[in-house]
Antibody, heavy 123, light 110 residues
Framework: EVHLLASGGGLVQPGGSLRLSCAAS????????MSWVRQAPGKGLEWVSS????????YYANSVKGRFTISRDNYKNTLYLQMNSLRAEDTAVYYC????????????????WGQGTMVTVSS | QSVLTQPPSASGTPGQRVTISCSGS????????VNWYQQLPGTAPKLLIY???QRPSGVPDRFSGSKSGTSASLAISGLQSEDEADYYC???????????FGGGTKLTVL
């Protein structure tokens, strides 16, 4: 069974850092691009970042560019999101999601989602 | 303010047909395919429709999608109580070089 398990969330002060992880199982991890999508409390979905299957191409939303870094370890079947210079507006549930192709393509879709991990940025 | 525009709410009675609209622009819906996601209360989103009108395995044919120009629609026929959820449209935006979502539509089954 295809499964994504996100972890690493918690409470962090403004300006602080946090690294999220997403453990994948049930599919050939390196064959698929992956993404992070977040949802602020009571709000809608916001795409954060995507990475190709081999990790060679990365994409970021303007709201996180320069502060967040997406990466993956295909030997450990794990996706990461390093979040630096965190702001109050980064408070959200962060979902990892699988794409259906190896490269990040315009016509793709997020076909499998993890359960999410909560990040709270507050003093 | 979301790049794609959806009505914040929709409602219907069991058995009815409901449609949810999603409006965008030439840089997103106008030039790329649209996906729809269903988020049941307290759960992660689930892919409902991809490539404008395709249904993943396991999604009932009561759900259908369409696209015309810079707008898209999700239709749910034979409305059931378990369809009560938030629905989001999404598409790639060529100007932003990433995916954009609608603000979501909360569907209530009366």
């Amino acid at each position: 069974e295809v499964h994504l398990l996100a972890s690493g969330g918690g409470l962090v002060q403004p300006g602080g850092s946090l690294r999220l992880s997403c453990a994948a199982s049930g599919f050939p991890f390196s064959s698929y691009a992956m993404s992070w999508v977040r949802q602020a409390p009571g709000k809608g979905l916001e795409w954060v970042s995507s990475i190709s299957g081999n990790g060679g191409s990365t994409y970021y939303a303007n709201s996180v560019k320069g502060r967040f870094t997406i990466s993956r370890d295909n030997y450990k079947n794990t996706l990461y999101l390093q979040m630096n210079s965190l702001r109050a507006e980064d408070t959200a549930v962060y979902y990892c999601a699988k794409l259906t192709q190896m490269i990040v393509t315009r016509g793709d879709a997020f076909d499998i989602w993890g359960q999410g991990t909560m990040v709270t940025v507050s003093s | 303010q979301s790049v794609l525009t959806q009505p914040p709410s929709a409602s219907g009675t069991p058995g009815q047909r409901v449609t949810i609209s999603c409006s965008g622009s030439s840089s997103n819906i106008g030039s790329n395919t649209v996906n729809w996601y269903q988020q049941l209360p307290g759960t992660a989103p689930k892919l409902l429709i991809y490539s404008n009108h395709q249904r993943p395995s396991g999604v009932p044919d009561r759900f259908s999608g369409s696209k015309s120009g810079t707008s898209a629609s999700l239709a749910i026929s034979g409305l059931q109580s378990e369809d009560e959820a938030d629905y989001y449209c999404a598409a790639w935006d060529d100007s932003l070089n990433g995916w954009v979502f609608g603000g979501g539509t909360k569907l209530t089954v009366l």
